[in-house]
DNA sequence: AGGATGACCAGGACGC
DNA sequence: TGCGTCCTGGTCATCC
């Protein structure tokens, strides 16, 4: 799953390749992966446009194009962005959007489950659609997300920390992956009431959050099942995981059988001994 | 309002 | 092999 860390490689890999490029054709595979405007004004207001240039917020991945639009990416759990060089490739089963550059390049979007999208802007007005993207809270990784915010932000709720850890608008970029692994090195366990942690404890989580996704991005991602990087490679931040997809194996600190609980459909791996429930 | 739950979606894994 | 069923999870809508 693109999380901060999967988001901000492929923004970071993309950059030199799309900079100043300009869009010359564009094919819509699937219409609905267009998440607004109507694929006929996306189509109108894109072509031709020239990207200025690429950043994130969260989980989203912005392009700024002339004339004050911005084509904006959300990847859900299972979209990839591929760059083509020099491509004549025939669009392929989970292929979403192609856009051609001028140079006979291509920025193409797979979403094998549907359920990512992309978005065309104007400015830095949310249509309705994106409430996601205007409600983010401060990333991890930024100076201002301290030990204070994080405080301020769950102290009086008694949700599950795993489930604010998730929650965009507290942790902007924090997903499945990092969540678990932050509250492992953290020595949390992710069922604790918010509003039962301590000081300390959030300062601990805190720290283990921005170590946890600095290392990621280092090693370009996770890539445990859909996230490839824009030139097809994988990420190798599962290689060294604590407890994400490590159900059933050996805690590395402490040798335990890495566990794991579910609500909804979400799994949260966790180590029992590791991380107990006071 | 905060918290919990289910829907969305389709590929892949699994069982018979 | 082929079919059916289940699992997956970020976000949003819905309900209590």
Known sequence: MPELPEVQTICQELSPLIKNKQIQHIDIYRPDSIGYPTPKDFVRSLLNQKIKDIFTRGKYILISLSKNKILVFHLRLSGQLRYFLNSKVQPQKTERLRLTFNNGDALSFFEPRALGKVYLIHDNKYPKELSGLKNLGLEPTSNDFNYKYLFNKIKNRRAKIKTLLLDQTICAGVGNIYSDEALFLAGIHPWTPANKLSLSEIK???????????????????????????????????????????????????????????FGNRRTRFCPTCQQLR
């Open 204 to 262: 601990k989580l805190t720290r283990a959050l921005k170590l946890i996704l600095r290392r990621a991005l280092k090693t370009k991602g996770s890539s445990v099942r859909d996230y490839l990087r824009p030139d097809g490679s994988s990420g190798g931040y599962q290689l060294s995981a604590y407890v994400y997809n490590r159900e059933g194996e050996k805690c590395l600190k402490c040798g335990a059988i890495i566990s794991f609980l579910k």
